[in-house]
């Protein structure tokens, strides 16, 4: 058994164990109305079906923390059904499907390292790194002369992601993303 935690103090991505089920809390706030009792308001993820539910808590609420595996991996390759994965340390291989990566795979190119992340042995999601540094292999030239501050323009990466990057960035050129937000951070 994990830890207990109660509504009144938990936190965004910790895991609690709520009726049999494991949930990942996604967002939450606590609400004090003029009359009545204050409740806890979240929005909670099903880790193994996926499914976000909203619930709401009252603060005095306890929870069993749920022990989460995260493991580092080498991403090693896709195989058209499947992410392949390998811990560096015991060599041990490991298949995960595009449905359980989710979107988390759009930014992770071959031998990147992420953390894969279980749940009594059933992968539920993949961390990639926060940055990530991928080359613009498609973007439409930037215009001379274009000095619009905060103007941007589609670009698809190395992986086949599509981010929008600042006018000057070329074809060609190594860009950093932040794999949270997609969004395009510097020139690498």
Known sequence: MGEVVQ??????GLTVEIEG?????????HVKPGKGAAFVRTKIKNIISGGVVERTFRPTDTF??????RVEMQYLYDDGDM???????SYEQI?????DAGESMKFVKEN?????????GKVFSIEPPTAVELQVTETEPGFKGNTATGATKPAIVETGAQVMVPLFIEQGEMIKIDTRTGEYLSRA
């Open 83 to 89: 992410y392949n994965y390998m811990d560096n340390e």
């Open 95 to 99: 298949q995960v499907s595009h449905d």
């Open 64 to 69: 069993d923390t749920a022990h989460i595996d």
């Open 21 to 29: 089920d494991v949930y990942q809390i996604i967002e939450f706030q």
């Open 112 to 120: 990147e390292m992420v953390k894969v992340c279980s749940y009594k």
């Open 7 to 12: 509504a009144g103090k938990i936190k965004n």
